[in-house]
């Protein structure tokens, strides 16, 4: 399979993490979103929607939106629960990334990134910061009382929201007042088989 | 099992819809956002995250989120593909409703629905709905080849992406470009059992 991606992203980095843990190999072709590279007409035939991560899977498939990604690779693995509770809770945790944290921790970190400092975008950085405080405060209360996210185990739910937790404090966000959550990212980073976010995949290809 | 919930709510709707044709029977608690019912600490200690829709199952374990709710429910369905490239393609269009379709949708009819005309946030109106035709663009694509999201069959994709698609005119959208959209839409509301996003559940309950 073949993992087109870019090496900054840390949806991205969620599929190059969980393959890592459960020894999946892939070729990865790396398109530079900052170059429109996944706004291509070569590119939006793998996947319409124009975002990285797309899998292509081996019958020429394509799977888009990195937390379907995992579940589809996680799926009878150690990082999948195994009960139904288990699993939509595990679904509970990546659609609140999704929906409640991406836009507030991620999005911040890509306005510092990759936009000058005086592009309007700009302007948006309190309101996302304010509701990605909002977001970790949700995590803290939980890690609070618990190890990991579900079922007291490291599953995919852990992978999907360390992905730009750990990184949050590029995009503004200080991550001093979440005791819990420092702790957890310390447990995910000591995980076995563990990957960095800017740890270049081996088997590496670029975009022509 | 209770699903706490707030009738006007697109989130809500696919519970209840999915609920109707798989004939599962719940008590129905409805909260009004509008007076912060959802942010109370009674409210909080059910969903700390404080939205509708919640579930409440029999054990007392509360599952948040609209499509890991749906995914719980229709495990073992006619309304969840069988193989597991088609359930991650389920994953995968929930993901694209939640993170690329439902803030561009959803979000302008509330907008317009539950804010004061002179509300500052109307003056988010011009870039949500410009994403939102974007989002719209993509699930024409998709459905100029295919009767429903995944498989050829409708299912809980079909489901999430209807929720708030069916009433996306509400907030300044008009799903005339979409033809095939349009179709889609009257294909899912001509399915067995089908119920309407005001239709009140029977069993409703209100809160205290």
Redesign the interface.
Known sequence: MRLFDYLDSGNGYKVRLLCAQLGLRYAWTELDIDRGETRTPAFLARN??GRVPTLE?DDG?H???????L??LA?GSALMPAT??G???V??W???E???H??YVATPRYIVRHLPADHPRQAELPERLARGRAALE?ME??LAAAPYFVDGRYSIADIALYAYTHVAEDGGHTLAPYASVRAWLARVAAQPNHVRLLDRPTEASTAP
């Not at 799977?63 to 990604?69: G, M």
Request: net charge negative.
């Open positions: 319409p929607n899977l498939t799977l888009a939106e990195s937390n379907a990604i579940w589809y799926e139904a509770l699993r939509a809770q679904l509970q990546m659609f609140f999704q929906y409640s991406e836009p949700v209360r939980h």
